[in-house]
């Protein structure tokens, strides 16, 4: 049978509309989108047609073929497409699973915030008209000791307002050493290249001096930043400027000097032991005049950018037009709010992401062994788990050389199988994340929410039992 003969086989985009399957599914808006999906259906067809085979194909197998495909994309486009995941990875703040998870008080300030009018922008009081976000901006000022703050969508935009406002038409200085990139595309060079009107690379990749700051500001710099290399460190024969000495440096020259500290620590972590980020208020005690950090890492909130610091230089971002553009919804500010009231109130048990960061080691031990004993009950033959002490990391860039201590349940299994379990319990439904060393798949009970566990446990076992029974 001849290519051509099958090309007329296909069926008219008004033959594969009328399909009973696809017909009812027409909606007011989606007619003009539905006959776009039977179109392109229709051409992918004639494509594998054309590639194809020799092989004998009836006009109905078409037919069937096309609105099969048809009737399938109808069906993700009018379910959900965001899928549910259980995060086993034990990386807490993982931005290609949406950072912090939030908890009960914070969503439901975001349900009550997303129902109905909120004093978003008024003075209830007075009924004037306000600034929004200033009950945000009042609780960041008070926890981290600054004088002023200001939220805007995410740490990448706060970054561009402040070097925008700062050193729009200046120059901003930056060590060679902190040119970074962190995860989720942020690139440092290139926001500076749009924000500033000059970027001065000061020093070299891996030794930056005070003098050569000193320089930068005798060719014209109006801000020293500085940025927290969150995700690497340059070891070795290295020399970098402290903040305290860059303030001083900026002090003494009349020039701002802003951190860009990334993750957002307001709980002191190094007083339970967790090493190698100083909080947001000790940071600003050394001297800067302005700090921005993301809202959805250490800090466990909505996603945002907060910049915190001088009153004068925070009024001036405000004044920047370019903030009506980062500015962050009623949701997000909602939700942002509930969260350092959280803080606030020292309910610090109702963040999830602190809580996971600071969960304990012998609790960590005793979810693993819970979670042993359940996959165990279940008996699937030949089994080899055991549970064993593992590293968890923050993620989001935080604390990238302090991995958390943790214990983990540890499936192996033949050469293999591993991978294939993982992209298994990938695909589930809920879907299901773990880690992969050498042939055994890690579950860290960090990042796994309490209600989680069952469904957990059933995709876990369902993937054991068909890919062990699989041989
Ligand atoms: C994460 C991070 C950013 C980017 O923040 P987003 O909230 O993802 O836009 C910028 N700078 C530092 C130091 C960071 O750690």
New binding site residues.
Partial sequence: MDIQSSLKKLPSVEKVLEDARIAPRITLLSRKGVTRIVREAIERRRRTLLEGSKARVSGNDIMASVADDVASELDALSISGTRRVINATGVVLH?NLGRAVLGESVRAAIDSAARGYVDLEIDLASGKRTERGLRVGRLLSLLTGAEDAFVV???????LLAVQTIAGSGAVAVSRGEL?E???S?R?PEILALAAGRVIEVGTTNRTHRKDYEKAVRDGATLLLK?????YRIVGYTNEVSLGELAEVGRAAGVPVMH????GVLYPLRGVGIEGEECLETTLESGVDIM??????VLGGP???ALVGSAPLIARMKENHLSRALRPDKLALAGLEQTLRDYWNGSFERIPSLRMIMEPADRLREKAAGLAGRIAARGVPDLDVKIVESESSIG???FPINPLRTVVVQITLPAGRAERLAALVRGGSPSVLVRVKDHSVMIDPRTILSDEEDELIATLVDGLERILRRE
């Fill in positions: 931005t969508n995410n740490n990448a935009a706060a970054v970074v962190i995860g989720g942020f440092l940025v927290h290399t969150s995700n860009d500290q990334g993750s921005s950090f993301s809202t959805d890492k996603q945002g950018g989001g860039g935080s």
